[in-house]
Structures are given as structure tokens and as C-alpha cells.
């Protein structure tokens, strides 16, 4: 090994899906990024994930971070995003037999020999075997994470959190949002429709669930405002019961960034989370110490949660309120 070779080693991430999602991503890196001391790479020269107006990733919306950098100056050919694509499915099958580990290893080898031409860096590929969490070992070469570590162990250590926390955007509407939740102390209540209506195995959560969360919330610690947030603020309206419609403000925010619509959401001062990494990650970056949160149990209603995704203080609430 040539001297200095190994301090040129780094951590890539591979975004996939819109910001929720990418958060869970940037903490796996940043956590391999602190246990290790290599800078962090976040990939976003493809993928399938959710961009801004601008044609960036939806984490771009928090601006640039000694803690990592962005990497999009090549663009990948339809073939190269598809095997990658090939690759997250075939790792995250539960069925694997001999011949889809077979497969799997062989994408490995081969998308990390073109990872290292592109990157002018000796890469693998580490990707991950479950939506959750698992252990994400050190390796003697710049490791490329591929997964979506839809889970709070990376981001509930301390270096990481603390990094997380301090994310935050300019926009002059967060700061004014801020001075009205300072005033209202703000339940949120984040009710998640769209394509969900159609993905059985994610599933809506039932009116039933935000009935009872919405109840106790109340009636333990005496919430007067509601913040009702939703990617279809009409429909939601009905998810939430009319007697408490004197408390609910309905935030449309159709029309701004993701990034803006979470740092108004992390203001509350108590959470109902729909089963969304969106508003997981509301309540997990609160502005507020410790807010009550409520979450769905099952998260999904078709497949199985995540490894550790739920920190141990939230409570749990029966998606379908029984």
C-alpha cells in the first residue's frame, strides 16, 4: 500500500427515496464517517430519490456541511441506475436462495470495480440485507452504502445526533413558524395519503388510530393546538375527528420544499407520527427535548418493521386503534 493511500479512503452514500429516507442514509454515513475518521461522500450522480426544483436531492436543501460533501459530477447510464436498482431488491429479499446470493455478489464485484474507475478510489459496495438496522462493519477500502437504515440506532449516537440537529434552513417562513409554535406549544399530527393509498404493503393508518392518539394526547398532557400536516390536506380532514377540529390548524405546504415543511414540523411540542419516515423524522429532531410521541403499531401493514426503527420512549398505538 502506497503511504497515505488509506487516509484517502472514504464513505459514499447512495440516496434513495425523498428526504426521510435520505436522512436515514446520511446517519449510517455519518456514523461509519465518525467511527472511522473518512470524510463522507453523499452520491448523487444517480439513484432513484426524490429531488428539489432544482434538480438536487431533497437533502441538498440544507446547504453544504464540513461534516460531508456532495458528489454529482457524473451521470450514470439508465443500465448502471437499473442493476444497482436489481442490487437494493435482491439484497433486501427475505427468500434468498443460493442462486439470488449468487447474483448479488457477482452485481457487488462488478458495480464496485465501476464505482472505483468513477471515484478514482479503491470501492466496495456494502449493502444492507433488511430496511432496518444491522451492523455496518469497517472494511480496508472506501465502502459505498447502499440501503435505506430505516432505523434510530445510527442517528441516536451522540456525534450524529448532535451533527442532525443542527440542520436547518433559512427560509424566512421556518423562523417565523417557529415565534407561532413558541406561542401555541403545537401538537403535530401528520397524516400520510398519496401513493400510500395504492402500496398495500405500507398501508393507511386508520381514522380510528388518529381518533385515539389524538384523545390521549389530550386528555395526558393538554395539548390546545393541533398542527395537522398531510400531503393531501382535504382528504386528511377526515382522518381526524370533528370534535377536535377547534384545536387543528391544517398546514398546507403542497408547494414548498421538503426541507422547509420538516423544520416547521420539528417545532412541535408533541408528535402523532403517520407510519412515514417524513414525520419519523419530525418528532426524532424535535426542537423540544423528549416531546410525547405517538406512533403506529405494526408500521407497516403488509411487511415487517424495520430492525430498531421506534425509539423505546415513543409509545405505541395500534395502527388499526384497537
Not at 488509506?6 to 449510517?28: D, S, T
Not at 395539548?223 to 382528504?235: A, G, L, R, T
Request: glycine share 6%; net charge positive.
Amino acid at each position: 500500500m502506497i503511504l497515505g493511500e488509506r487516509e484517502n479512503y472514504k464513505i459514499y452514500i447512495h440516496l434513495m427515496g425523498g428526504l426521510g429516507n435520505q436522512l436515514f442514509q446520511l446517519a449510517a454515513g455519518l456514523s461509519l464517517s465518525n467511527k472511522s475518521n473518512r470524510s463522507l461522500v453523499i452520491d448523487e450522480s444517480f439513484g432513484n430519490f426524490r429531488k428539489n426544483d432544482f434538480g438536487h436531492a431533497d437533502i441538498h436543501g440544507y446547504g453544504f456541511n464540513h461534516h460531508y460533501s456532495f458528489y454529482n459530477k457524473t451521470k450514470q447510464s439508465n443500465f448502471f441506475s437499473r442493476t444497482i436498482g436489481l442490487l437494493v431488491r435482491l439484497s433486501l429479499d427475505t427468500s434468498q436462495n443460493r442462486l439470488h446470493r449468487i447474483a448479488k455478489n457477482s452485481l457487488i464485484y462488478f458495480q464496485s470495480l465501476l464505482l472505483s474507475k468513477q471515484f478514482d478510489n479503491k470501492v466496495k459496495i456494502w449493502s444492507a440485507n433488511n430496511l432496518g438496522y444491522e451492523e455496518i462493519f469497517l472494511e480496508n477500502n472506501s465502502q459505498y452504502l447502499l440501503g435505506y437504515f430505516q432505523t434510530h440506532k445510527f442517528a441516536s449516537r451522540a456525534p450524529v445526533k448532535a451533527i442532525l440537529k443542527k440542520l436547518s434552513s433559512s427560509d424566512p417562513t421556518v423562523s417565523l413558524h417557529k415565534k407561532i409554535c413558541l406561542r401555541e406549544k403545537p401538537l403535530i399530527v401528520h397524516v400520510r395519503l398519496g401513493d400510500y393509498s395504492e402500496e398495500l404493503n405500507f398501508g393507511l393508518l386508520s381514522k380510528e388510530y388518529y381518533y385515539s392518539a389524538i384523545t390521549l394526547m389530550i386528555s395526558k398532557f393538554n395539548f390546545e393546538n393541533i398542527h395537522v400536516y398531510s400531503d393531501e390536506i382535504e382528504k386528511a380532514r377526515s382522518f381526524i375527528p370533528k370534535k377536535y377540529y377547534k384545536f387543528c390548524k391544517w398546514m398546507d405546504n403542497y408547494n414548498e420544499p421538503a426541507v422547509v415543511t420538516l423544520e416547521k414540523m420539528r417545532c412541535g411540542y408533541g408528535y402523532i407520527v403517520g407510519n412515514s419516515s417524513f414525520s419519523w423524522w419530525a418528532a426524532f429532531l424535535s426542537h423540544t427535548d423528549n416531546p410525547p410521541t405517538i406512533a403506529p403499531q405494526p408500521w407497516f401493514s403488509g411487511m415487517s418493521e424495520p430492525n430498531e426503527l421506534i425509539p423505546s420512549s415513543w409509545i405505541r398505538i395500534d395502527r388499526n386503534g384497537r
